[in-house]
């Protein structure tokens, strides 16, 4: 009963009822900006092996909570001398998901988001139809023959520093081309293929390695690789797999398997980024013109 009796004294020398100022509109503005942030920051953590990190971290801040009520004396005094020990361990122990999350907030554009305006995509299409049809045939043709691909299409992010660990191609996108570079026992069919726009600009090229837990255990390197490089940038990957045959995504660090040819299809036009033509827009410019002969 003591315990209890200091604690609750402890809630009423910091938190006092008369001492709470009046609010204003922008506390409440900051009040759900603060809860947005927060949630934002939970939702990433969920999405992290951090979940289970964090949780074991409340197990301890619920120890020290008891302790401090019980007046367990040697155990304050450790939490207290060991307080700045304990957040240099957590930026160690967090440093892959604090870089990531880093990595995620300054792909963020946030001038787009409340202007809804774009600073740094171009007006142009990524891709033509073409090259979407290509793609599309030549995963659908080897997963026929269950021959395994791995094919990254690159958007904002630069994929430079992963097209150096392979060999150069610059070459058009086309089915046959991508059939013959993951043919078995071909000199190319060893790594990853990166697409810029219309080429083929890279192949045997080495992706880093996703470490999400969640991810099934069947799945092999090459499905790893394609989450893993989809978790450091915007790019697109398309895996191919090399047992079953099947064609999976994989975007912003998440595997969606089992992908039939219109759902690729409709993946690849999002990321296409293609202009639509305005027929109204071309009928006035149209009569502009006739109007000024």
């Known amino acids: 009963m003591q315990g209890i ?5 402890f809630i009423q020398k910091y ?6 100022p009046r609010m204003v509109a922008t506390d409440y503005v900051e009040i759900l900006i603060i809860a947005i942030l927060v949630y934002e920051v ?5 999405n992290t092996k951090a979940w289970s990190l964090l ?31 304990a957040l240099i ?15 995620v907030l300054g792909r963020k554009n946030f001038v787009s988001m409340f202007l809804n305006m774009n600073l740094n995509s171009s007006a142009e299409e990524r891709f033509s139809d073409k090259t979407i049809n290509e793609i599309i045939k030549a995963c659908v043709e080897m997963g026929k023959v269950r021959t395994g691909a791995l094919i990254v299409i690159e958007q904002q992010d630069s994929l430079n520093e992963y097209i150096r ?25 060893d790594g990853a293929v990166i697409v810029r726009g219309n080429r083929v600009v890279s192949a045997t090229c080495y992706l880093p390695l996703s470490d ?36 999976s995504v994989a975007y912003e660090g998440k595997l969606t398997r089992n992908v039939d040819s219109d759902l690729l299809r409709n993946r690849l036009m999002l990321l296409q980024n293609k202009v639509k033509s305005d027929p109204d827009r071309k009928l006035k410019l149209w009569k502009g013109r006739t109007k000024s002969k």
């Open 5 to 9: 009796s200091t604690f609750v004294s």
């Open 15 to 20: 938190i006092s009822f008369d001492s709470i």
């Open 42 to 46: 939970m939702v990433w953590i969920k």
């Open 55 to 85: 949780r074991g971290m409340i197990v301890i801040v619920l120890f020290i909570l008891i302790a401090y009520i019980f007046q367990m004396n040697t155990i304050i005094w450790i939490v207290r001398n060991g307080l700045n020990v």
């Open 89 to 103: 361990t957590l930026i160690v122990i967090f440093q892959p998901e604090l870089r990531r999350a880093l990595d």
């Open 165 to 189: 660990t392979g060999i150069e191609l610059d070459s058009i996108v086309s089915n046959q081309l991508l059939i013959n570079i993951f043919e078995h026992n071909t000199p190319l069919h």
């Open 212 to 247: 999400n837990m969640a991810l099934s255990k069947e799945l092999g390197t090459r499905h790893r690789a394609g989450v893993g490089i989809s978790e450091a940038t915007d790019s697109l990957t398309i895996i191919v797999s090399e047992e079953t045959g099947r064609i």
